[in-house]
């Protein structure tokens, strides 16, 4: 009787490069306290960050065109502070957050086309529908007076997502592999990571749930973050930016198009006021994208080869 072929072989999560980066940390941290920290670290450089950030711009309202960089503050926050407990504490540098591997401008612009494709697909399909069109959402600045804002805004939305894959895929789920089960580690942070966007209700729950599963998966098979942060880039993106939907609840103030939901219709295939990521459309492209990402992990076991060597087998202690 044969052996197991290589797709059959289980995946090696522990041996995955994500792992491996946060193995040179010379005083690791327990999952239990890396997440709690994570955690606390987005509260607070969201807090911080508008505060500062009001400050800076002077107080825009919510449907000014500038609000939406008030983005730049808080996620900047979140993501100096997690970077400085891991240069501080764990004594680690900031690349091993999933910043390393070849190509990483072409990593970030395919996520970002990505991204962008599957939120095309995800608006189009309620449009032909009929429960979507154009002309039924407002905002401040809208068609050609929206054009000089996109490139600022992509960047404001490139902050945005990869400091949320920083938090989650580079620090959370790799400090969760070194100590817990696999599937623990990916099903935990991608719970946690549902949790946090309130308002969604149970199919958008469910859509962001799949999104952070998918992420993990990606994360895991590329061994880097690059693709991951453009994808998540080019999702929310065109989804506020381009196609004026509001992005997980939260409408933008500019918009290149204006697209929402039509009269009567059925908000299991717009998304409602949460926007495409609360579609049964939405759910149909997010698990074709998992069960993509999961193949793609199974074939090659584990991820991409370790850029680095992993520590010794003894360095999940930590406090």
């Known amino acids: 009787m044969s052996g197991p072929t290589e797709s059959e072989r289980p995946v090696q999560l522990r041996d995955n490069p994500m792992v491996a980066m946060a193995d040179e940390a ?16 987005v509260l607070v450089g969201l ?16 449907d000014q065109p500038r609000a939406q960089f008030l983005e730049l503050f808080m996620f900047g926050t979140i993501a100096l502070l997690l970077y400085l407990w ?25 996520g970002l086309l990505l991204g962008a494709a599957l939120m095309t697909v995800g608006v189009l399909v309620p449009v032909a529908l009929g429960d979507l069109a154009t002309g039924r959402s407002e905002h ?8 000089l804002m996109l490139v600022p805004l992509l960047v404001v939305f490139v902050l945005q997502s990869s400091t949320e894959e920083m938090v989650f895929r580079g620090y959370m789920l790799p400090m969760g592999l070194r100590q817990l089960p696999g599937w623990v580690a990916v099903l935990g942070t991608s719970v946690i990571f549902a949790a946090i966007h309130p308002g969604a209700k ?10 952070a599963v998918f ?42 198009f204006t697209f929402g939901p039509t009269s009567g219709s059925r908000d299991l295939l717009s998304g409602g ?15 074709l994208a998992v069960a993509v990402a999961w193949v793609a992990l199974r074939r090659t076991r584990g991820g991409a080869a370790a850029p680095a060597e992993a520590a010794p087998a003894d360095a999940g202690a930590g406090t």
């Open 202 to 211: 149970v199919v958008g729950t469910l859509n962001i749930l799949l999104y």
């Open 140 to 147: 401040h600045l809208s068609g050609t007076g929206a054009l």
């Open 86 to 110: 891991i240069r501080v504490k764990e004594r680690r540098g900031f690349s091993t957050f999933g910043f390393r591997g070849s190509k990483p401008v072409g990593r970030l612009l395919l």
């Open 273 to 287: 006021d949460f926007g495409i990521e609360a579609s049964l459309v939405g759910t149909v492209l997010l698990v």
């Open 26 to 41: 010379e005083r690791p941290t327990r999952w239990w306290l890396a997440w709690l920290v994570a955690l606390l670290f």
């Open 215 to 256: 992420a993990c998966l990606v994360v895991l098979q590329q061994g880097s973050l690059w693709l991951i942060c453009g994808f998540h880039a080019g999702w929310n993106f065109f989804q506020g930016n381009v196609y004026g939907v509001p992005v997980s609840g939260n409408p933008e103030p500019t918009s290149l």
């Open 47 to 62: 807090v911080l960050g508008d505060w500062i950030g009001a400050l800076v711009l002077g107080h825009p309202a919510k």
